[in-house]
């Protein structure tokens, strides 16, 4: 094959931050590199959108790891790209409020042990136990220490673990507070995963992007273009070309103005990275002939993590001047989360979701772009379900379903939607008053936007058997192709994805891209 005549070293299938990230990486070390995005702006998840003059994050909540010497911050100066990190409160970044109580998520495990002593004076022992637990797990997969923790708890789910620990229900559903963040149950979620997602945020504390989720997207977009890469969006790709064995490229299908700016019908490449949805690359875009028995059988039977619902609001209110501090609010009204799952899996809302709440004018007060002055803008979400049937439809987006003039879709939205923000006022009273705006995101949304399979934001679900080494790597077994994003080895969230892009370029280039880079760029 002359690879001379090909366009590009390399096409990246998706502007997600784990694309975008490998293609940063990849044309620092001087590749030719294409990024290809079906959506209008670079990022995935990453991405901010504005309505009415209202700026919202789609998925960008709040960061760990971006404190001095963290690992996004040390991708980002790598490049070049200066991002500033907000802390949130670090002696309560989430705050979990009950009918009864409340509870503070501080900065720091050994903060966080206190905390969980002063509420659970009687079960001390347990508390003890999981903190020490999910500090040891998290050191042993960052290969700070010999592995112990490991070898008893890689099958192990945290409900057993909770289990194991005797602790009783309220104590429970406060260690597992956060499980939105990967969408699936404690009787079924990782311990490893659930360990690694507390200390992400324990250990240094939680930030947030100064000017939101887009300024990390459109940083290494700029980084791509700046050092001779081509990032090409509202264009998706139709299909991953295979000849002879092995990927040989892409094939688009450009609207009439992308193709008027010089799209091509086909890159042609030696390699191939895609950061789109996991089963829809196998299947859709390649076709299950191009791959083993084995690899499609598992691919197809993966399961996924549940989508999520988002209702994005403005008020005419200032919680800020309220002296409210800059923390994540979890409202929770019962101590059953299993039972919250069972009816999601089943098709339907539960009848008291419990809800998270991002309030961006806390966590970004300096960006005029959220809401005009007096107004605070913020976001409630719950996991929601994804069968079709439950937002009355019969297919969704990508298979060509046009939702959103459907009257049941709408009625079923607007009902989720006024239940969410119910929830909520057990954590803000009285927000149900002040809207000045409000608009809802459902998981066909997310599917239309994401194109990922049941509108997920997290990949593949983080069970025992799909995470850690259960997880798909990024070389498959298809010459030329390789995988980045939620779905990866390196898991789901910011960090994941960023994390999954520096490796699968590593694997690329056959060596460490970060020792490749070097500090070129640092400063720059």
Not at 134 to 144: N, P, S
Not at 181 to 193: F, G, I, K, R
Not at 300 to 306: A, K, P
Request: some cysteine; aromatic content about 8%; glycine content about 12%.
């Amino acid at each position: 094959m002359d690879e001379s005549r090909f366009d590009a070293d390399v096409v990246v299938v998706g502007a997600g931050l784990g694309g975008l990230a490998a293609a940063a990486h990849l044309v620092a070390v001087g590749k030719r590199v294409v990024v290809v995005e079906q959506h209008s702006v670079p990022g995935g998840n990453a991405t901010v959108f504005t309505h009415e003059g209202y700026e919202f994050d789609v998925g960008v909540h709040y960061l760990g790891d971006c404190g001095p010497g963290g690992g996004i911050p040390a991708v980002l100066e790598r490049l070049g790209i200066d991002v500033t990190f907000l802390e949130m409160d670090p002696d309560g970044f989430d705050t979990l409020v009950f009918p009864d109580m409340a509870f503070k998520v501080p900065r720091g495990a050994e903060n966080y042990r206190a905390n969980l002593h002063r509420a659970f004076p009687a079960e001390a022992e347990g508390v003890d136990a999981y903190v020490d637990t999910i500090v040891g797990l998290t050191d042993e997969l960052r290969g700070k220490r010999d592995p112990e923790y490991l070898g008893r708890h890689t099958g192990t789910t945290l409900g057993g673990f909770f289990d194991e620990l005797g602790l009783s229900a309220r104590c429970r559903t406060v260690l597992g507070a956060e499980h939105g963040t990967y969408a699936v149950p404690p009787s079924q979620v990782s311990l490893l995963l659930h360990s690694a997602l507390m200390m992400h945020y324990l250990a240094d504390g939680a930030f947030y992007p100064k000017g939101g989720g887009q300024v990390i997207a459109d940083g290494l977009a700029d980084f791509i273009v700046a050092n001779g890469g081509r990032v090409i969006l509202r264009t998706p790709v139709e299909q991953v070309i295979v000849e002879g064995g092995r990927v040989a490229g892409v094939r688009l299908r450009p609207p009439s103005p992308e193709r008027r700016r010089g799209v091509p019908d086909e890159i042609r490449a030696p390699v191939v990275i895609s950061n789109a949805d996991l089963k829809r690359t196998v299947i859709d875009l390649i076709g299950s002939e191009h791959f083993p028995d084995g690899y499609v059988e598992k691919v197809v039977g993966y399961e996924m993590s549940l989508p999520l619902f988002v209702v994005y609001l403005v008020l005419d209110r200032d919680l800020r001047a309220e002296g409210l501090p800059v923390t994540n609010y979890f409202a929770i009204h019962d101590d059953d989360i299993e039972a919250e799952y069972r009816a999601i899996t089943e098709g339907r809302m539960p009848d008291q979701p419990g809800v998270y709440l991002s309030l961006a004018s806390l966590k970004d007060p300096g960006n005029a772009n959220l809401c005009r002055p007096g107004q605070t803008n913020l976001q409630v979400m719950a996991v929601a379900p994804s069968d079709y049937r439950f937002w009355g439809l019969e297919k969704g987006p990508v298979a060509g379903e046009r939702y959103r003039t459907n009257e049941a879709y709408r009625r079923r939205r607007k009902e989720v939607g006024e239940l969410l923000v119910e929830m909520a006022d057990l954590a803000l009273p009285g927000i149900v008053d002040d809207i000045a705006y409000m608009e809802c995101a459902t998981p066909i949304t997310h599917e239309r936007f994401i194109r990922s399979t049941g509108g997920t934001s997290y990949g593949i679900a983080a069970t025992p058997d799909q995470f850690f080494v259960n997880r798909p790597g990024h070389v498959t077994p298809l010459p030329g192709l390789f995988l980045a994003g939620a779905s990866t080895i390196t898991g789901h969230g910011i960090a994941g994805a960023m994390s999954s892009g520096e490796a699968v370029a590593s694997a690329i280039c056959e060596a460490s891209v970060a020792e490749l880079v070097g500090d070129r760029f640092v400063g720059s």
